[in-house]
């Protein structure tokens, strides 16, 4: 596996140790057992796999690499790297501007930026559109194009699906840059639309009839569905892709949710209807959920979910370890304000809020620890050292990775 040269300040010497150790001793990423760090009355539990991903730790290496190479030039980004602040406010330190939010809204005008600028395209990837403008202003960007290839391997099942008469529907959130990108992209093709969730999914196949209302189709996606969307012709054959990191196993029911529509729908030849897309689902992605998922029958106690509050695929691992405990999703240590009180972020409706007494008095402690694939190792480390403080833990990090269970 490639090593990618990611500055030091994200790298953690703890937890390095650990990926360190697990690499060594399972080489071909075949177990997904957590591990345990005891610290005598603490016991952490770290899944298999968390933090940065090799599209991430390929676009933050990409964007220093930037810095390095154009001393005195302007440096932009179309919108943020990565969804982790931490990384987002160094790349500003060091002289890079965003050129979009992470919505899509202009922060600098397109035309300010010249030939001569370098622009760095993110992991999310941009859509064709942005692709084409830069291209006539003769900016070059194919030398600090971070686009996760995963990504780019949606794009590229979208197109052999797409020029096959299929329809795109792409599993994401209306929003996030990287599904606005794959809109874009699939769009190039075929027709597409964006669902949500397995509601909307549902609501979607409710229009996959002889004579499907119109008006009602166009007032529920018309915001989701490509230009010249013709609702009477365009789902009667279909592929589902995705968001990379959008809960994995989300993505398959609804794809298997529409091979059975069109099964009922098409009976015998339902296989002329519907494209088998289960190859596009990220492998980072699913190993990180699945880590997770394995977690849960560590018999914690609680759960710390470290990273960027934008971060889709921070949210689903919380969301996942929230189904059987207390799942806190914290940016950082200081979010841990004492004892007593846990200050964390609510996703679901995108606001902080603050528990109290949220350390049970447990000897031992089980703790679950673990991170999105934006958030820097140093930033979980600092996370699980705030809590040891706390809890007044009884050995040091060095003695409990001597007795480390990987």
Request: glycine share 6%; hydrophobic share 35%; net charge negative.
């Amino acid at each position: 596996m490639k090593k990618f040269d990611i500055p030091e300040k994200f790298r953690s010497g703890l937890i390095g140790e650990v990926k360190l150790r697990r690499r060594l001793s399972d080489p071909r990423k075949q177990n997904f057992d957590p591990g345990i760090l005891d610290f005598g009355n603490v016991r952490i539990v770290l899944p298999r796999h968390f933090g940065f991903c090799y599209g991430v730790e390929n676009a933050i290496e990409t964007s220093y690499r930037a810095i390095r190479e154009n001393p005195g030039k302007r440096l932009f980004l179309l919108s943020e790297m990565i969804h982790n602040p931490v990384v987002n406010d160094d790349l500003v330190a060091n002289g890079i501007r965003f050129i979009m939010d992470t919505k899509g809204n202009q922060l600098i005008d397109w035309d300010e930026i010249t030939s001569d600028d370098i622009v760095i395209i993110p992991a999310f990837g941009t859509t064709v559109e942005i692709e084409q403008l830069l291209e006539k202003k003769g900016v070059e960007v194919k030398n600090y194009n971070t686009t996760c290839p995963f990504v780019e391997k949606v794009w590229k099942r979208s197109s052999e699906i797409g020029t096959k008469g299929h329809t795109i529907i792409i599993h994401g959130k209306l929003h996030h840059e990287e599904t606005r990108a794959t809109f874009s992209h699939s769009y190039q093709n075929a027709p597409a639309v964006i669902v949500r969730n397995m509601a909307e999914a549902e609501k979607l196949a409710s229009f996959m009839v002889e004579n499907p209302d119109v008006e009602a189709f166009e007032k529920e996606f018309g915001r989701k569905v490509s230009a010249g969307f013709d609702v009477k012709k365009d789902l009667a054959k279909v592929g589902v892709v995705n968001q990379t990191t959008m809960l994995a196993t989300e993505t398959q029911s609804i794809s298997d949710f529409f091979r059975v529509v069109m099964q009922n729908r098409f009976g015998d030849s339902w296989k002329d209807h519907f494209a088998d897309t289960r190859d596009t689902l990220c492998y980072a992605t699913n190993d990180n959920q699945d880590s997770t998922l394995k977690s849960l029958q560590s018999g914690a106690h609680f759960a710390l979910v470290v990273g960027g509050y934008n971060s889709s695929n921070t949210a689903q691992i919380a969301g996942i370890l929230a189904e059987k405990m207390p799942a806190y999703y914290v940016s950082g240590p200081e979010d841990l304000l004492d004892t007593q009180k846990i200050r964390h972020f609510d996703y679901p409706t995108q606001k902080m809020s603050e528990t109290n007494n949220w350390i049970p008095s447990q000897n031992p402690l089980v703790v679950v620890i673990t991170s999105g694939a934006s958030c820097p190792d140093t930033i979980l480390e600092s996370v699980l050292i705030r809590l040891l403080e706390l809890t007044e833990a009884e050995r040091e990090p060095a003695e409990a990775l001597e007795s480390l269970i990987c």
